[in-house]
């Protein structure tokens, strides 16, 4: 069959340009969010988050009629769901989303369609979520109970995208295929290579589903490997990033940059799913997870001791009287994402405990979370004016052109390695 009309649930940061790629080769695409100000925008061919030139692809898809954002689901041929999976108290997966995701469409399914599951998740959710599906449509089969013959096909097949970089990425990696049977790997793939130029790779659900976890945790070990490296050197004296550098010269050697903690909706996130389901066997990832979870509180100690030695320095000074600027609250550089942000974290806490003014400098942003409720959004140049304490959290283009002599005779921590003189 072919895909005449397709319906992406959830139009955040892996939704939206998933449906604007489809829409890009003239396929007709609804998008589905509950954000009512987030469905608005993109029917008024703008974007409601920040990715480089996704802008220019809503914009001309939403033009030419090829994409429309609703809140409530339609009739389509293929069902992607892209809605968020974090974890509950104890980092349990919270499967919530993918549920009330799942039951919204399900009034609109029909046979022959295919639904997808692009949120990350634990293994076994594409099965919950066809249960659920099955449960609210008994008068459909499905793959875990009709195998090959069903009337729905279900498939997980995770994105692995880097934020910055979504569109090309979305269109040249390989992407893992995961049906609940073959034929429901067939029709995912597709549908799939409307767009896709890397290659599909077609395994079981519960694989693909382990997959995105397992790439997710092997980057958070090598990163706590770097962090807690870092703390380490930290208490020998010893610089973390020549270190890093030298080693990296052994040619089977390849040590990540550290960094003031772990963030975003994948890394910080993913290992957590397996730990819940594999506790006893899950050490190693475990630890890691808990070493980077850790590192925002040493960055804190660390700012206190640069506020201690800013007043032993300047004993006419009270604390009140120090303002600490922090660089960067987005995860990772050059975005806008705070989600499980560690830079926001540790601002957040040192903005609760600091008697005096705390300023932040985020160029990707216009305006501060609610979270940061007594924190002041301030240009480069004025932090750089009234702080006296420098904490570099993110190393955004902006904060690595900063000249030299404006660092001079100042209290820095910088957890990125870009500010050292």
């Known amino acids: 069959m072919g895909f005449s009309t397709i319906s992406v649930i959830g139009l955040g940061y892996i939704g939206l340009p998933t449906a604007a790629v489809f829409a890009a080769r ?8 509950v954000n009512q100000k987030a469905v608005d925008t993109i029917n008024g061919g703008q974007i409601h988050i920040v990715e480089p030139d996704l802008d220019i692809v809503v914009h001309a898809a939403v033009t030419e009629g090829y994409l429309r954002a609703s809140t409530r689901p339609e009739p389509a041929d293929a069902f992607l769901i892209a809605v968020p999976t974090p974890f509950k108290d104890g980092h349990a997966p919270d499967l919530s989303y993918i549920e009330s995701a799942s039951k919204s469409i399900a009034p609109v399914l029909k046979k022959g369609d295919l639904v997808i599951l692009e949120s990350t998740s634990p293994v076994g959710a594409t099965e919950k979520m066809a249960s659920w599906l099955a449960e609210a449509r008994p008068d459909l089969t499905f793959p875990q109970t009709h195998g090959e013959a069903s009337d729905v096909r279900v498939a997980h097949c995770p994105e692995r995208v ?3 970089h979504v569109l ?41 589903e382990m997959c995105k976890l397992t790439e997710n945790s092997f980057r958070d070990v090598n990163i706590a490997f770097a962090n807690e490296l870092s703390m380490i050197c930290d208490k020998f004296d010893v610089d973390v990033w020549e270190l890093i550098k030298l080693a990296n010269r052994h040619p089977r050697v390849n040590i990540l940059q550290p960094g003031p903690g772990v963030g975003g909706h994948c890394i910080a996130v993913d290992p957590w799913f397996i730990v819940s389901q594999a506790d006893g066997q899950a050490k190693l990832i475990k630890t890691a997870r808990e070493v980077n979870d850790s590192k925002p509180s ?14 032993s320095s300047h004993p006419e000074k009270s604390e009140k009287d ?11 550089p050059d975005i806008d994402d705070l989600r499980e942000s560690p830079s926001l974290e540790i601002t957040k806490n040192i903005s609760n405990r600091h008697a005096g003014k705390v300023i932040v400098v985020e160029p990707n942003i216009d ?16 932090a750089f004016e009234r702080a006296d304490v420098l904490l570099l959290l993110v190393d955004h283009k902006p904060f690595k052109s900063v000249p030299s002599s404006l660092l001079q005779g100042r209290q820095i921590v910088d957890t990125r390695g870009i500010w050292l003189v």
């Open 367 to 382: 305006s501060l979370p609610v979270t940061l409720p007594n924190v002041e959004l301030c240009t480069l140049e004025e």
């Open 298 to 311: 040493w960055v804190i100690e660390k700012v206190d001791a640069a506020v201690a030695d800013h007043l």
């Open 162 to 164: 880097l934020p910055g």
């Open 322 to 332: 120090i303002v600490i600027a922090c660089f960067g609250l987005a995860f990772k």
């Open 26 to 33: 003239k396929l007709k695409v609804i998008g589905i969010d």
């Open 168 to 208: 090309r990425e979305l269109v040249q990696n390989d992407r893992v295929i995961g049906g609940m049977t073959p034929k429901c790997s067939d029709a995912a793939t597709r549908l799939y290579k409307l767009f896709v130029e890397g290659e599909c790779i077609i395994t079981n659900a519960r694989t693909a």
